[in-house]
């Protein structure tokens, strides 16, 4: 059974950092590429960044470039979002979510993630 597991949100002032990190098992982690959406209340959940199985090819939304950073320890097998620079309008549920590893898939294309964890809530206060 493959489980995803977020873990790291919590209640930042703004312009506060945070480091999300995400762990997946049952799975074979190497193959996946691992990406980060959010929801905030009331609205779609959108993509944040994702990167590709071997660490290559990190994308990010343009809301936050510049100031997120998405990284992959494979020893470890886990993915990381830094978090910088925070500001109200990052606050929401963060999930985490595994894509079999394609070239030709879009990372920002959520319909395309097989797995998603539970989600770790962000608060940034102003």
């Known amino acids: 059974q493959v489980q995803v ?3 790291g949100g919590g209640l930042v002032q703004s312009g506060g ?3 999300l990190s995400c762990t997946a098992s049952g799975l074979t982690w190497i193959i996946y590429d691992m990406g980060w959406f ?6 779609e959940r959108e993509f ?7 660490g290559d090819g990190a994308e990010y939304a343009d809301s936050v470039r510049g100031r997120f950073s998405i990284s992959r320890d494979n020893d470890k097998k886990i993915v990381y979002l830094e978090m910088n620079n925070l500001k109200p309008e990052d ?3 963060y999930y985490c979510a595994a894509d079999r590893h394609n070239y030709d898939n879009n990372l920002r294309d959520i319909q395309l993630y097989d797995y998603w964890g539970q989600g ?7």
């Open 5 to 7: 597991v977020e873990s």
């Open 91 to 93: 606050t929401a549920v």
């Open 38 to 43: 959010r929801q905030a209340p009331g609205r």
């Open 120 to 126: 770790t809530q962000v608060t940034v206060s102003s």
């Open 48 to 54: 944040v960044a994702a990167i590709r199985w071997n």
């Open 17 to 19: 950092s945070l480091r």
